[in-house]
């Protein structure tokens, strides 16, 4: 019995703490982080975003970071300005989790993007993509709410965008840069409707920008140059991603937002903090990828599968003190001999990082580990597999709450013989509760003669007390796949159950602050998220409390109040957690209860009553 409940006992405590941790030590960090990016919001926009181009090719050695590029003219466009009513410092705030508003005035001479999924515009300043709202993504449930911007363009105060471009040896030979003027052969790009960028740089050749999108979220860049000159020229294709401000995270230490690829294979997360600290980080792959991630949005540079490239991760501040981010690829240098022409083919990805649309584009570009922008952590085996099942009940109930219910009863079917067996065990130790309790009152207070009587009898009673600490060791993996997969899926996001709960994946939004709603006032800001606890929390609660009162009690008084608070605590722990985690332990909870309750009846043991043969 004393081993059966030092096990449980450490199994509680290690869940304890780590969900402690996150509330206590790494929620005040957040805190003060996102505090320090307001402040910086409100400094000026004055030079606040400065471009830079990969400086070397492959094999070249790096100048400084904060050398100038080669571009002849690095000034910058006046910001945007932002919509009215909105603050100054909230015109723009892509990338992060919450976005103030999708609405700005975009300015300069533009061509306009539209997909079924997307709207927007690709500046001809550059040929940036750099203009990208998420039609089908609204900040919050209400669907009148502003749609997610992923990119916005240079100069505003939270620039995020995609450029392509080529890097010479030869520096007195005109390349189109960061802030060149492009001709467009078109005013509109969409799926079937490439748009076809030109420039010349009055020395011979000819470069060619044709910008390809399908229905969903990928573009396809493709670059050419035609030589016309008397000389072979030898050119590099990059592309880059760069990112202005250090963008608001969530801060759970179970998910990764930030700078990310897939070098030779092998997945690569960096923190936003790891690249201040390091600056600049290289890296040689033959194919992979690189971007940036946020908990549900992907803005990622996909080279030649085929061909070697060299990444880069990169940190500088700009001179209003704004962080910079910028992630690259550098190909291989392309000679182009007189009359001749070179070609780069690279692609952008910018949207949703839905995981069946991830995989597709796996298969169909031969993208190594490109669903691995989706943090599946660890327990990928079973956390991808997980988010599958769900996937599939959802198909077929049309409700993730469902489908969660649905998964629950089928992990209790597949282990049911060990569960069986454990719930069995405990009916077994119940059963034999009178005697233990007989020996208790016989040993008082000699603890190690109590022990070992005690699992004497339960070895001639064929009694194992491990075996009923299985259920709680087998919920343990499913728990926290469960717990990943509705923190990190987009698909679970906004998704809606029955009643008060309109996001599965947000915690339940009513409060015993306010009588759940009956009381005429919100909860107040100052108030704890684990103090406000909604109806699923406290159902979840009175759940355990009713489950742990069908197990046997622990012969040690503290043991047993210790238990009987367990309830308690997990009932403020949970309140702040995802509401469909909270409903799948409830549930969980009360399918668990059903059948233990069988099985006790079954072997004649009274749930909630003194087992027979008490004195």
Same mark, same amino acid.
């Given at each position: 019995?004393?081993?059966?409940?030092?096990?449980?006992?450490?199994?509680?405590?290690?869940?304890?703490?780590?969900?402690?941790?996150?509330?206590?030590?790494?929620?005040?960090?957040?805190?003060?982080?996102?505090?320090?990016?307001?402040?910086?919001?409100?400094?000026?926009?004055?030079?606040?975003?400065?471009?830079?181009?990969?400086?070397?090719?492959?094999?070249?050695?790096?100048?400084?970071?904060?050398?100038?590029?080669?571009?002849?003219?690095?000034?910058?466009?006046?910001?945007?300005?932002?919509?009215?009513?909105?603050?100054?410092?909230?015109?723009?705030?892509?990338?992060?989790?919450?976005?103030?508003?999708?609405?700005?005035?975009?300015?300069?001479?533009?061509?306009?993007?539209?997909?079924?999924?997307?709207?927007?515009?690709?500046?001809?300043?550059?040929?940036?993509?750099?203009?990208?709202?998420?039609?089908?993504?609204?900040?919050?449930?209400?669907?009148?709410?502003?749609?997610?911007?992923?990119?916005?363009?240079?100069?505003?105060?939270?620039?995020?965008?995609?450029?392509?471009?080529?890097?010479?040896?030869?520096?007195?030979?005109?390349?189109?840069?960061?802030?060149?003027?492009?001709?467009?052969?078109?005013?509109?790009?969409?799926?079937?409707?490439?748009?076809?960028?030109?420039?010349?740089?009055?020395?011979?050749?000819?470069?060619?920008?044709?910008?390809?999108?399908?229905?969903?979220?990928?573009?396809?860049?493709?670059?050419?140059?035609?030589?016309?000159?008397?000389?072979?020229?030898?050119?590099?294709?990059?592309?880059?991603?760069?990112?202005?401000?250090?963008?608001?995270?969530?801060?759970?230490?179970?998910?990764?937002?930030?700078?990310?690829?897939?070098?030779?294979?092998?997945?690569?997360?960096?923190?936003?903090?790891?690249?201040?600290?390091?600056?600049?980080?290289?890296?040689?792959?033959?194919?992979?990828?690189?971007?940036?991630?946020?908990?549900?949005?992907?803005?990622?540079?996909?080279?030649?599968?085929? @061909?070697?490239?060299?990444?880069?991760?990169?940190?500088?501040?700009?001179?209003?003190?704004?962080?910079?981010?910028?992630?690259?690829?550098?190909?291989?240098?392309?000679?182009?001999?007189?009359?001749?022409?070179?070609?780069?083919?690279?692609?952008?990805?910018?949207?949703?990082?839905?995981?069946?649309?991830?995989?597709?584009?796996?298969?169909?570009?031969?993208?190594?580990?490109?669903?691995?922008?989706?943090?599946?952590?660890?327990?990928?085996?079973?956390?991808?597999?997980?988010?599958?099942?769900?996937?599939?009940?959802?198909?077929?109930?049309?409700?993730?709450?469902?489908?969660?219910?649905?998964?629950?009863?089928?992990?209790?079917?597949?282990?049911?013989?060990?569960?069986?067996?454990?719930?069995?065990?405990?009916?077994?130790?119940?059963?034999?509760?009178?005697?233990?309790?007989?020996?208790?009152?016989?040993?008082?207070?000699?603890?190690?003669?109590?022990?070992?009587?005690?699992?004497?009898?339960?070895?001639?009673?064929?009694?194992?007390?491990?075996?009923?600490?299985?259920?709680?060791?087998?919920?343990?993996?499913?728990?926290? @796949?469960?717990?990943?997969?509705?923190?990190?899926?987009?698909?679970?996001?906004?998704?809606?159950?029955?009643?008060?709960?309109?996001?599965?994946?947000?915690?339940?939004?009513?409060?015993?602050?306010?009588?759940?709603?009956?009381?005429?006032?919100?909860?107040?800001?100052?108030?704890?998220?684990?103090?406000?606890?909604?109806?699923?929390?406290?159902?979840?609660?009175?759940?355990?409390?009713?489950?742990?009162?069908?197990?046997?009690?622990?012969?040690?008084?503290?043991?047993?109040?210790?238990?009987?608070?367990?309830?308690?605590?997990?009932?403020?722990?949970?309140?702040?957690?995802?509401?469909?985690?909270?409903?799948?332990?409830?549930?969980?909870?009360?399918?668990?209860?059903?059948?233990?309750?069988?099985?006790?009846?079954?072997?004649?043991?009274?749930?909630?009553?003194?087992?027979?043969?008490?004195?």
């Amino acid at each position: 019995m004393s081993n059966q409940k030092n096990l449980l006992l450490a199994i509680v405590a290690s869940v304890m703490i780590m969900v402690s941790f996150q509330y206590f030590w790494e929620r005040p960090k957040v805190e003060a982080e996102r505090a320090r990016q307001q402040e910086a919001a409100t400094t000026t926009a004055q030079d606040r975003d400065q471009p830079q181009a990969p400086r070397t090719a492959p094999g070249q050695t790096p100048a400084p970071a904060a050398q100038p590029q080669q571009q002849p003219d690095t000034r910058l466009p006046s910001p945007p300005r932002a919509t009215p009513g909105a603050p100054a410092s909230q015109a723009m705030a892509p990338g992060g989790p919450v976005r103030p508003s999708a609405r700005l005035v975009i300015q300069g001479l533009r061509v306009t993007l539209e997909t079924p999924l997307i709207t927007g515009s690709v500046s001809l300043k550059g040929g940036r993509i750099d203009d990208i709202i998420l039609k089908t993504y609204r900040q919050t449930t209400d669907p009148n709410s502003d749609p997610i911007r992923l990119l916005a363009p240079s100069g505003s105060a939270n620039a995020y965008y995609a450029a392509h471009g080529w890097i010479g040896g030869n520096k007195s030979v005109p390349l189109p840069g960061l802030d060149t003027l492009w001709k467009a052969s078109g005013r509109r790009l969409g799926p079937g409707a490439p748009l076809r960028l030109t420039w010349d740089n009055g020395q011979g050749l000819r470069f060619t920008r044709t910008i390809a999108v399908d229905e969903n979220y990928m573009f396809t860049v493709t670059q050419r140059v035609d030589n016309r000159g008397a000389k072979a020229v030898t050119l590099t294709p990059y592309g880059l991603i760069n990112r202005t401000g250090t963008p608001e995270t969530t801060g759970f230490y179970i998910l990764h937002e930030g700078p990310l690829g897939v070098f030779n294979e092998v997945l690569e997360e960096l923190d936003y903090s790891d690249l201040v600290d390091e600056g600049q980080i290289d890296k040689a792959s033959r194919g992979g990828w690189i971007g940036i991630t946020d908990k549900y949005w992907l803005a990622a540079l996909v080279p030649d599968q085929k @061909a070697k490239m060299t990444a880069r991760f990169r940190h500088w501040t700009s001179k209003d003190k704004s962080d910079k981010y910028q992630v690259e690829f550098v190909g291989v240098p392309l000679t182009i001999a007189p009359g001749g022409n070179a070609t780069a083919k690279s692609h952008v990805f910018a949207g949703a990082k839905k995981l069946n649309l991830l995989n597709q584009y796996s298969e169909k570009l031969g993208i190594a580990l490109f669903d691995r922008a989706i943090d599946f952590g660890w327990l990928y085996f079973l956390t991808k597999p997980f988010f599958y099942v769900l996937d599939f009940f959802f198909k077929f109930l049309g409700n993730f709450g469902l489908a969660i219910l649905a998964v629950t009863v089928i992990v209790k079917i597949l282990f049911f013989p060990l569960a069986n067996k454990s719930y069995r065990s405990m009916s077994e130790m119940k059963k034999l509760q009178p005697k233990v309790m007989e020996m208790k009152e016989r040993f008082g207070d000699d603890k190690q003669k109590l022990s070992a009587e005690t699992m004497a009898l339960y070895k001639r009673e064929k009694v194992n007390p491990a075996a009923s600490c299985l259920p709680i060791i087998i919920q343990i993996p499913v728990f926290f @796949a469960l717990y990943k997969v509705l923190f990190i899926s987009i698909e679970m996001r906004h998704a809606p159950f029955y009643g008060w709960i309109q996001d599965l994946s947000a915690r339940d939004p009513t409060s015993i602050i306010n009588l759940f709603g009956l009381l005429p006032f919100g909860v107040p800001a100052m108030i704890p998220d684990f103090i406000s606890i909604g109806i699923w929390p406290l159902i979840m609660g009175v759940s355990m409390f009713l489950q742990m009162k069908l197990n046997p009690a622990p012969p040690d008084p503290v043991q047993a109040k210790i238990f009987m608070l367990m309830p308690i605590f997990f009932t403020f722990i949970m309140a702040p957690f995802p509401a469909g985690l909270v409903i799948y332990w409830a549930w969980n909870n009360a399918l668990s209860m059903t059948q233990q309750y069988i099985i006790m009846k079954r072997m004649g043991v009274a749930p909630g009553q003194r087992a027979p043969g008490k004195t």
